[in-house]
């Protein structure tokens, strides 16, 4: 069994498609096509049935590309082993970022990843954690890091850092101690947009203390948080975010930041990565290096 016909063979499957597997691993389509031709020959199988443009994994197909996988990772796994110290890693990983992990939680981590492995690159898009998740789904991007949990079973998470959430407002407005939800919406309010993980936290906050969104006196929904945060040091309106995007902006007295009454809820910043794309060894080792981090951080 060859492994580059290995290789080749999840691409098929990871693109459905002979074409766009021959785009993404840079050889033509008849390449490809000879390729599983010598696979399903050598093990007198028959791996896909072809019915016009659609490319459909038979029983057996599929059964291989269970272990194909696990072969190819093995194959990566033990060149990692063999040849940790000399081998000159190189590749790009491609990510997509909800807002707040994009700026204060990738930054620090690349930066240590790069210590260890310097001539791989990163290819990052910011979006909401809804687009963050429908990036991943369609293959488009290696990873993905955001702040909610949207669940389908092709989805692996994998949690990163816990968070809460908390009122921002600009130096010329003041309060004492922590602020009630009651008390938060009498004044004008600067949101972000609705595919948000804060969002989306804060709506269930809402529901819990049986306030309907009709009582929000909302001036301005972004889907940028530093342009939120703008939105308040100009005291057009408070703000509910995140504690880890609040932290840097209070600690360098440009905005005043409180706790927030009877909001105990936690969440975590999770990365997600589909279980059925072949990954670059790139991505590989920057999960891998991602998975080291949270267990020492337990």
């Known amino acids: 069994m060859d492994m580059h016909q290995?290789?080749?063979?999840?691409?098929?499957?990871?693109?459905?498609?002979?074409?766009?597997?021959?785009?993404?691993?840079?050889?033509s389509q008849s390449t490809v096509s000879s390729h599983i031709k010598a696979l399903e020959k050598s093990l007198n199988l028959k791996l896909f049935d072809r019915d016009g443009r659609d490319t459909i994994l038979t029983p057996h197909g599929e059964q291989l590309h269970h272990w194909a996988q696990k072969i190819l990772l093995l194959k990566d796994e033990a060149l990692l082993d063999l040849k940790r110290e000399m081998m000159d890693?190189?590749?790009?990983?491609?990510?997509a970022t909800s807002s707040v992990p994009g700026s204060f939680i990738i930054?620090?981590?690349i930066k240590h990843f790069n210590h260890v492995h310097p001539n791989i690159s990163f290819h990052i898009s910011e979006s909401s954690s809804k687009k963050v998740v429908e990036h991943v789904l369609n293959r488009s991007v290696d990873i993905g890091i955001l702040g909610e949990k949207y669940e389908n079973d092709k989805l692996c998470y994998l949690p990163l850092q816990k968070e809460k959430l908390v009122l921002i407002t600009s130096n010329e407005q003041?309060?004492?101690?922590?602020v009630s939800l009651e008390e938060i919406i009498k004044y004008p309010l600067i949101m972000r947009s609705s595919d948000s993980g804060t969002r989306s936290l804060i709506n269930k906050f809402l529901e819990k203390k049986k306030i309907s969104k009709?009582?929000?006196?909302?001036?301005?929904?972004?889907?940028?948080?530093?342009?939120?945060?703008?939105?308040?040091?100009?005291?057009?309106?408070?703000?509910?975010?995140?504690?880890?995007?609040?932290?840097?902006?209070?600690?360098?007295n440009l905005i005043h930041m409180y706790e927030i009454k009877d909001f105990h809820d936690e969440r975590f910043f999770y990365l997600?990565?589909?279980?059925?794309?072949?990954?670059?060894?790139?991505?590989?080792?920057?999960?891998?290096n991602l998975k080291s981090l949270e267990k020492n951080s337990v």
Do not use: C
């Not at 003041?174 to 922590?178: R, T, Y």
């Not at 703000?239 to 360098?252: G, N, V, Y």
């Open 6 to 27: 290995l290789f080749v063979f999840t691409k098929v499957v990871e693109h459905k498609n002979f074409s766009k597997a021959a785009d993404d691993v840079f050889l």
């Open 89 to 95: 890693f190189r590749g790009i990983v491609k990510i």
């Open 107 to 109: 930054p620090n981590i």
């Open 174 to 178: 003041e309060f004492n101690g922590p």
């Open 214 to 252: 009709e009582h929000l006196h909302t001036v301005v929904h972004t889907d940028s948080g530093n342009s939120l945060i703008q939105f308040v040091k100009q005291n057009i309106g408070i703000s509910i975010i995140s504690e880890i995007a609040a932290q840097e902006f209070a600690s360098a």
């Open 272 to 288: 997600v990565y589909h279980k059925n794309k072949t990954l670059s060894l790139a991505a590989k080792l920057f999960i891998e």
